[in-house]
Nanobody
Framework: QVQLVESGGGLVQAGGSLRLSCVAS????????MGWFRQAPGKEREFVAA????????SSSDPVKGRFTISRDNVKNTVYLQMNSLKPEDTAVYYC?????????????????WGQGTQVTVSS
């Protein structure tokens, strides 16, 4: 069955870095646009970044632009989110999502599959 499993979350001090991974199984990753979303306590889930099927095109939200980088390795069936210069406001549960399409989107409802999430906590 389709599965997305995130890992790499944890506790880090402000200014530090983390790299999240999302391993996909049960489907052909190269057919899917992949995205990362996050949900902070008491807030709605929000778009973080997305990457095209080939990895040649990316998009990211304004709060993370210049600090976070999304990438993918279709051979390893894995998507990554490199997070640098972390801030306390980046604290959230981070979710990986897959969309069978060509066009990148930041719309949550347009993604087909979701992982269970990984917690990222940034202390000040």
């Amino acid at each position: 069955q389709v599965q997305l499993v995130e890992s790499g979350g944890g506790l880090v001090q402000a200014g530090g870095s983390l790299r999240l991974s999302c391993v996909a199984s049960g489907f052909t990753l190269s057919y899917y646009v992949m995205g990362w979303f996050r949900q902070a306590p008491g807030k709605e889930r929000e778009f973080v970044a997305a990457v095209s099927r080939s990895g040649g095109s990316t998009s990211s939200s304004d709060p993370v632009k210049g600090r976070f980088t999304i990438s993918r390795d279709n051979v390893k069936n894995t998507v990554y989110l490199q997070m640098n210069s972390l801030k306390p406001e980046d604290t959230a549960v981070y979710y990986c999502a897959a969309r069978r399409a060509i066009v990148i989107t930041d719309v949550e409802a347009q993604y087909d599959y979701w992982g269970q999430g990984t917690q990222v906590t940034v202390s000040s």
